[in-house]
């Protein structure tokens, strides 16, 4: 059954350049210009490399076709090609510089074409990549293609929580470019890549540069906090230390950040950083908890799967997402798991500067999943070894097996700078998992500065920081852990609430209500006589189920459009504020 267009109330869109902030806040350079806004497309027959002669209309980037924002609402299907099209005008490249194209995601393959010649290609829909056209490009009009391709969930790459088949939990599968599209001009020696590390310990923070070419220029560093000069560095290095004295703590309740500022040659970039550190702590009772910056800390989130009723995996603007995370933070939570989905950079910067935790998922693949292993045995508590019995977890394809590592490394590099990312989440209730020990084992070296709770919700491998359970149809008790890690409830209630502001008919709940008063009662008392009372018996993160409303489901805090708040504002802070004094609390009855 087809959704019902239900625009947010930041639908109605500039088409001629939507999103046009500067997409990559880490890394920001002056000389850009933003691709995004009406484009030429047409959906072809088959696999083909051949550009249509015609195209059959417009589509606004970056909103995928079978968005409404997108102005096509139409799903692209395996076995066709979707085409992209647009003019464009440059200006000549200077000497001894370079023009980059940017895409900051094409869901799930694509080839790109500048003058009707290849420019380069690239597979996996959630990660960013750049081509190098200045030897195609020319002064004044040019000419940019692309074709795009997507097996949804019918293929081996990561495709999350789509379906072409949607419903229930699964959702709209979404196609093409989703994310901005922009040019960029650069030194022929310029920063590839950066990678900070803050060192609390020392009063530091590390610093690694990748460049375009092999020799080190000059590099000059500075660190602000805010305008204030803090250090600097003028060194002949790719991989440095600035001292950051005196440094104020990033956290939730204090979300500050440090400017940082690099000039590398002929190359100039803006780029930030918070100094934290994640890890756990043995609390006065004994019983592991989580930790910020040394001290003990209640992780209190929601589940936020990155859909929006007119756009779908794509926010209709930054203004949208800067008020979603603010009405969460007025809402008392200070953690979100981002739920099998990498989101734009723009979000996590939000995530940074508004103080919101983040508990990043990697993305699912695989298929299709055996329902014994990722339904029946997990109501029974029964927990599989996963390096044994791989066709029932959907990961049978060797090759697939090996997209994932490709993409798990692809993630970490991604994201590694975002300040208030604190736990990766590699595996999902089963969901393409493998080896997720030596997944974990890997993830470790590549990352030692968080946490991982390698298979949320059940097939426990017995490794990982979490002992982490999804509870849904059962009351919450807790759990004694064999190996003495941190007790997560990472996923529970799914409370659902009908009413105005839906796409779909067919309704999708855990548990439903028929009005508020109800809703919102089952909702304090599921918080009260479950989750509260587990905090001293060392539960240490509650994730509800969910952020907002994902057309059939309708368990959101929020409508599918973000136009009401189902549950009380009020009611909602008090919970949250219960959790946090409660911990407070456990922690001072052991001092």
């Known amino acids: 059954m087809s959704l019902k267009p239900l625009l947010t109330r930041w639908g109605s869109i500039d088409r001629s350049c939507p999103l046009a902030e500067y997409p990559r806040p880490q890394l920001k350079r002056n000389n850009w210009l933003c691709l995004n806004g009406v484009w030429q497309y047409a959906i072809c027959e088959g696999i083909t490399k051949i550009e ?38 440059i200006d000549a490249v200077k000497a001894g510089y370079r023009l980059l194209l940017h895409f900051g995601a094409v869901d799930q393959c694509c080839e790109v074409y500048v003058n009707d010649k290849k420019a380069g290609d690239h597979e996996g829909g959630y990660w960013p990549f750049y081509i190098d056209i200045t030897e195609l490009a020319c002064a004044g009009n040019n000419v940019l293609t692309v074709a ?26 979404q196609s093409g470019i989703w994310q901005t599209v922009w040019l960029e001009t650069v030194p022929e020696q310029y920063i590839e890549s950066i990678k900070i590390t803050p060192n609390c310990e020392d009063s530091m923070v590390g610093i690694n540069l990748n460049f375009s070419l092999p020799e080190i220029p000059a590099v000059y560093a500075r660190v602000y906090a805010g305008n204030i000069l803090v250090s600097e560095a003028r060194l002949n290095s790719c991989i440095f230390s600035l001292s950051v004295p005196a440094f104020r703590y990033w956290s939730p309740d204090d979300p500050f950040l440090y400017t940082l500022k690099i000039i590398a040659g002929g190359d100039e970039i803006e780029s930030y950083f918070g100094m934290r550190q994640f890890g756990r702590i043995t609390g006065k009772d004994g019983l592991p908890r989580l930790a910020l910056n040394g001290k003990e800390i209640f992780h209190s989130g929601l589940l ?11 926010a209709p603007s930054d203004e949208a997402v800067i008020w979603e995370l603010s009405e969460i933070k007025r809402l008392g939570f200070n953690m979100l798991r981002k739920h099998i989905k990498i989101e734009p950079l723009r979000w996590y910067y939000h995530c940074d500067r508004l103080g919101i935790l983040v508990w990043q998922d990697f993305v699912s693949g695989g298929g299709p999943y055996g329902r014994f292993i990722s339904q029946y045995l997990p109501f029974i508590g029964v927990h599989v070894r996963d390096s044994r019995i791989i066709r029932g977890f959907g990961r049978s394809s060797a090759v697939g097996r090996v997209v994932f590592k490709r993409d798990m490394e692809r ?13 990766w989440v590699p595996f999902n209730e089963g969901w393409g998992q493998f080896d997720a020990k030596r997944i974990t084992d890997k993830l470790r070296v590549m990352d030692n500065t968080r946490l991982i709770d390698h298979a949320s919700g059940w097939h426990d491998q017995n490794c990982g920081d979490f002992a982490s359970r999804h509870v849904y149809f059962k009351p919450f008790r807790m759990k004694r852990d064999t190996i003495n890690r941190i007790q997560a409830l990472t996923e529970f209630g799914g409370y659902s609430l009908p009413g105005g502001h839906m796409a779909s008919d067919n309704l999708f709940g855990y548990r439903m209500f028929n009005d508020k008063t109800a809703y919102n009662g089952a909702l304090r008392q599921l918080y009260e006589s479950e989750v509260i009372p587990a905090i001293e018996r060392g539960l240490s993160a509650a994730i509800y189920t969910q952020l907002s409303d994902v057309e059939d489901e309708i368990n959101g805090l929020f409508t599918f459009d973000r136009a009401e708040l189902k549950a009380d504002a009020e009611e909602v802070q008090l919970i949250n504020r219960r959790l946090y004094e409660r911990n407070v609390d456990n922690q001072k009855k052991f001092l």
């Open 148 to 173: 795009v391709t997507d097996n949804s969930d019918t293929g081996i790459e990561a495709y999350g929580k789509q379906k072409l088949q949607r419903g229930g939990i699964w959702y709209t599968a």
């Open 411 to 423: 993630t970490v590099n991604l994201l590694q700078n975002a300040v208030s990312l604190s736990v």
């Open 52 to 89: 249509p002669d015609n195209y059959e209309g417009e589509i606004v980037v970056p909103f995928s076709p079978e968005s409404f924002l997108s102005g096509v609402s139409r799903q692209l299907l395996p076995g066709q090609t979707l085409w992209y099209r647009r003019e464009i005008q």
């Open 304 to 314: 936020d799967q990155g859909y929006w009723s007119d756009g779908l995996y794509t």
